[in-house]
């Protein structure tokens, strides 16, 4: 039986990914401005920058900007914030010596994938980097809505799929800032997929404070909060 998400039923079954990710929109709360610096405890992931960790994100309330680099890779997203959510327009992923792009338009529910094809997106998609703003800009609006899982739809490089985190429980993460209570997500990831773990802290505007991925070979890496700078900060 999966654990029952934090403050939730004992028990509570998530609900199967079509189900949420019909859900026809959340309330949302973005952090304001700010950049997260990472230690990573393993080889970060083939495309990765080499630098240190981090997450800067940058808002003035109606547009962002958003970098990544660590575990997961080297990603930037750009976008819009209005009634709509959180809306991106342009995701670029690092490969090596390659930059892949994926742009948005939401109003012809497609997404141009970086190999110049089209796929339908329907509203709601996000990139891989706008996923973590997201889910702690849901999560800060009304903890409730990650409910025991959520679902989202994710267009990358890769195409565009479904991102399913089940809420496993409360949990304490040894940080650079000292231990912080945070509530562990776990992808629901096919058999022989690399699978993908998130801590999100409130104390820290619900963004994650430690992200791992473990891949199909059993490897491991992972990167955890050392401190929290203005954004833009080096």
């Known amino acids: 039986m999966p654990a029952a998400a934090p403050g939730g039923e004992p028990g509570a079954q998530p609900l199967p ?9 959340y309330q949302i709360a973005p952090p304001g401005s700010l950049r997260l610096v990472y230690q990573v405890s393993a080889g970060a992931t083939p495309g990765s920058s080499g ?18 680099d660590g575990v997961l890779g080297r990603h930037s997203s750009s976008g819009i914030i209005g009634d709509d959510g959180i809306v991106p327009q342009r995701a670029r992923e ?58 989202v739809t994710v267009a990358d490089a890769r195409g565009v799929h479904p991102l399913r985190l089940d809420v496993v429980g409360e949990e304490d993460v040894e940080t650079g800032l000292g231990r912080i209570k945070s509530w562990h997500l776990a992808q629901v990831a096919p058999p022989g997929e690399t699978r ?39």
């Not at 619900?206 to 954004?231: C, E, N, Y």
Request: no cysteine.
């Open 94 to 151: 690092q490969q090596g010596d390659r930059t892949l792009d994926t742009t948005f338009d939401p109003l012809r529910r497609r997404v141009t994938l970086a190999d110049g094809a089209e796929a339908v997106a329907q509203p709601g998609t996000l990139d891989d980097a706008m996923v973590w703003v997201w889910l702690a800009s849901v999560a800060a609006a009304a903890a409730n809505q990650l409910g025991s899982g959520i679902g």
């Open 51 to 68: 630098q240190a960790a981090y997450l800067d994100w940058r808002s003035d309330g109606s547009s962002y900007t958003l970098d990544m």
């Open 196 to 234: 993908l773990d998130a801590w999100l802290a409130p104390a820290q505007d619900w963004l994650p404070v430690q992200l791992r991925i473990t891949r199909p070979d059993g490897s491991v890496a992972t990167q955890v909060l050392q401190r929290r700078d203005a954004a833009g900060a080096r």
């Open 17 to 25: 990914f079509d189900t949420l990710s019909l859900r026809p929109h």
